[in-house]
């Protein structure tokens, strides 16, 4: 089975996400999408542990509306901080007879030679990139083969604005599925302290 990896934070999964994940099952050649929820980017300041779960639970929302996607907490039983490098081991070891397909967004491509152990993951796995705005998907010719510019949708909406706007009391529900939207209010999550 070929298996796209669509890693993050989700803090919040959003609108954006949704249609990504919507493009990846319908219109590629992925058999199936594991939303694979991180407990923390090296790369990014600032982590609340206290928020896990509810990542966890909002992300099997959004997953739970198609068929082929799954959520996938793997990376909280692996060692911190999560490095996909890390990822893709556990995963290979524990599905032998799967391919899996790292998708990110041209934001991280433009730093992929940052990432721990990026010369492995090319040489073991394909890479689908997503375009975001700001950000050329520029392919190496000897890479063609292993990393593939996606033509998805450009969704502009980021978790961090979402978190901004909630914090100030905002109506955010047009960027948010309506069942995360309300499992946010109700948890009172992203709230000022």
């Keep these: 089975m070929k298996i796209g990896i669509f890693g993050g934070s989700f803090n919040p999964i959003h609108t954006g996400h949704a249609i990504l994940t919507n493009y990846l099952i319908n219109d590629t050649d992925l058999d199936a999408v594991w939303l694979m929820v991180a407990p923390q980017n090296p790369l990014k300041e600032g982590?609340?542990?206290?928020?896990?779960?509810?990542r966890l639970r909002m992300?099997?929302?959004v997953a739970s509306r198609f068929e082929g996607v799954i959520t996938s907490g793997l990376e909280f039983s692996l060692p911190q901080p999560s490095y996909t490098i890390n990822t893709l081991h556990a995963l290979a070891e524990k599905f032998p007879d799967d391919e899996f397909v790292l998708v990110i967004g041209a934001d991280n491509w433009?730093?992929?030679?940052?990432?721990?152990?990026?010369?492995?993951?090319?040489?073991?796995?394909h890479i689908y990139v997503y375009p975001r705005r700001g950000y050329e998907i520029s392919i190496p010719a000897e890479l063609s083969n292993k990393v593939k510019a996606l033509d998805s949708p450009l969704i502009e909406i980021s978790s961090t604005m979402?978190?901004?706007k909630l914090s100030h009391s905002h109506d955010v529900s047009y960027y948010l599925p309506d069942d995360v939207y309300q499992y946010i209010k109700r948890h009172n999550l992203y709230t000022a302290k």
């Design 110 to 125: 433009a730093i992929f030679n940052r990432w721990k152990n990026h010369d492995e993951i090319i040489a073991n796995h």
């Design 162 to 164: 979402i978190r901004e």
């Design 47 to 54: 982590y609340d542990r206290s928020l896990d779960l509810h």
């Design 59 to 61: 992300t099997e929302m």
